[in-house]
């Protein structure tokens, strides 16, 4: 699995979105923006203003190759539930497609919280709902349940998407805009749909067996 070209993928799929949020958090006139849990750098690398980027992870090789993709972003080796940065440092503090990862997602928010500036903004651009994922045509339903259980295996929440606004709130954050992330219709390229059933197999693989898959 080539865990970049993964990350590109989600980032797509999350394009419209972050251009939307970032202009109302008034990206192009921050000075300081962080992204806890920045992965390889994709979206880090993609970001469109003269802000100070920064970026943390706990994966040593994800940051090693996030150097390469984002080599202008200051980045560091350290855990979510304990943000090594004052008060107040960051603009925008954001995350994409990580709470579901973590064991204790509300104190996560909390230090995003903590290391924002008052008026400034918190954004988590993606988090999954699995209790809400629908397979078609029906004979693919095992598919959702099986790699829903394979993620709760490797410590995920898929489910965490529905408690997101909840999870905000008790941080403290008031919740301008929370919503289901609504994608076009056109069909996915034959390049997605590989990638997508790669990361399936690979989410699967100790779990179902290669036949059943």
Known sequence: MNWHERYVQQARWTYDLRAYLFDKAGLKHASRVLEVGC???????????????????????????????????????????????????????????????????????REMARVTRPQGHVLALAEPDYSQRVDKPESLAPLGKW?????????????????LAETF?????????????????????????EKEWAVLEADLAASVSGEDI
């Open 169 to 193: 709130a008790r941080a403290g954050i008031e919740v301008i805009e929370t919503g289901t992330i609504q994608r076009s219709g056109n069909e996915a390229s034959r390049e997605e749909r």
């Open 39 to 109: 992965g390889t750098g994709a979206i880090l690398s993609e970001i469109d203003s003269s802000a100070s980027r920064h970026g943390l992870d706990l994966s040593r090789a994800a940051l090693t190759e996030a150097r390469f993709h984002a080599p202008n972003a200051t980045l560091v080796h350290a855990d979510a539930l304990s943000l090594p940065y004052a008060d107040y440092a960051f603009d925008i503090t954001f995350c994409h497609f990580l709470l579901l990862w973590i064991r204790d997602p509300l104190t996560a928010v």
């Open 147 to 163: 790699q829903a259980d394979a993620l709760r295996a490797q410590g995920a929440d898929p489910s965490f998407g529905a408690r």
